[in-house]
Each structure stands twice: as C-alpha cells, then as structure tokens.
C-alpha cells in the first residue's frame, strides 16, 4: 500500500494542553510542535503545515503568571518554520455555586474547534494536503472530519489524541486513530533558549522545568 504524501496537521492547543496537564506532564509543555509532527508521519509522507489553534488567556487576577508563560511560548512558536498560529478568543462567562449562591465571572474559549472546521474543509477543497493529522479528542471536529471523507474518498484523516483524552465518535469517523504517547512529546522539546530574529532570547520559563 502507498501512502499518500503530503500531510498537514492541526493541533487543539488546548485540548493538547489540559490532555498533558491531567498525566502531571508540566515539563513537557515546551513542545516543538514541528518537531511532534514530524514524529507522527509515517514513511513517505512529508510534512506540508502546521497549524496550531489556540486562544490568548486573559491576564486578570491570579493568571497574570500564565498570561506570561502562554506569551513566552508564542513567541517560541513563531520561531518555527512552518508554523501557523491561529487565534480564537475568551468569553467572560458569570459561574454560581450551587450551594452557596456565590457568583464570579470566569472565562470560557471560544473559537477553536471553529477555526479547525474551517481550516481542514479550505485545505481539503483547495487540494493542500493528502493526509490529515488531527491532534484533538473535540467530537464537535466529526462533522467536518465525516464531511472530508465523504467529498474527498482519496484524502485520509487521521486523528491523534492528546494524552488521556479519547472520542469514540472521531475515532469512529477518522481514516484512523492513535493516543500520543509520552516518549514523542519527550523527545519533540524546544531548545531551553531560542533566539530571535531581533536578538532577544526567549527562555523556557522556570515553571515548565
């Protein structure tokens, strides 16, 4: 059997993340998303885009630390060749404790499983890539997943599931399904500094170590 060629794939930054978060896998989150996929295509294929989908976190009380480290690995990503970031956006959202009554605004985000829709049913129409590695466990991606394979029988799509996420309704739409397991997101790390074309160094921040 020949594989087909061309192959892009499409990262759900967060799913990924809280995916990594739930197994304890902080120092793993300095992740070369170039060099993950690379590890994820099988002989004859190359790699032909990256898209990475994600959402900047709002820097009010108590996350301002995150803000910063989300901003310092951005800034790392658009070092990379190949690479594309595409943004989506946080909706306050008023939560209520059951209990208590007790009110707070928190933030939910939006947007991301949108941009993924759009992104592979474009690609697939305007013939970009032969294969398709989608890195999610989001069963809202199955209609666009369905679609693909319906409009397009010679184009695979692939769904790669992040660390203790799974979807049985991608799993039963997909050309195929695989977990990523630890020892690809050990070995895909950035460089602890990496310079920029400017001069500045981003630096992996102390919390990831």
């Known amino acids: ?17 809280y995916g990594m978060r739930s197994r ?6 300095w992740l070369d998303l170039r060099r993950l996929a690379g590890r994820l295509l099988r002989p004859g294929q190359t790699l032909a885009g990256v898209k990475y989908f994600t959402a900047r976190v709002i820097p009010d009380a108590g996350s301002e630390d995150k803000a910063r480290r989300q901003n310092t690995y951005l800034e790392a990503l658009a070092t990379l060749a190949d690479v594309d970031i595409h943004y989506g956006y946080y909706l306050p959202k008023m939560q209520r404790c059951a209990d208590c009554g007790a009110t ?5 985000e939006k947007m991301t499983d949108v941009n993924i829709a759009v992104e592979l049913l474009s690609d697939a129409y305007d013939d970009r890539f032969d294969t398709a590695i989608v890195i999610s466990a989001d069963s809202d991606l199955a209609r666009p997943i369905t679609t693909i394979r319906e409009r397009f029988p010679g184009k695979r799509v692939v769904v790669a599931f992040p660390p203790n996420r799974v979807s049985k309704l991608l799993r039963s739409v997909a050309t195929a399904a695989f977990s990523i397991g630890r020892d690809a997101l050990r070995d895909s790390q950035l460089k602890e500094s990496i310079a920029r074309q400017d001069g500045e160094t981003i630096t ?5 170590s």
Not at 1 to 17: E, S, W
Not at 204 to 208: G, K
């Open 1 to 17: 059997m020949i594989l087909a060629n061309r192959v892009v794939v499409y990262i759900d930054g967060f799913n990924l993340y």
């Open 204 to 208: 992996r921040p102390s919390e990831w």
């Open 24 to 29: 304890g896998w902080r120092r793993y989150y």
């Open 104 to 108: 707070w605004q928190a933030y939910e």
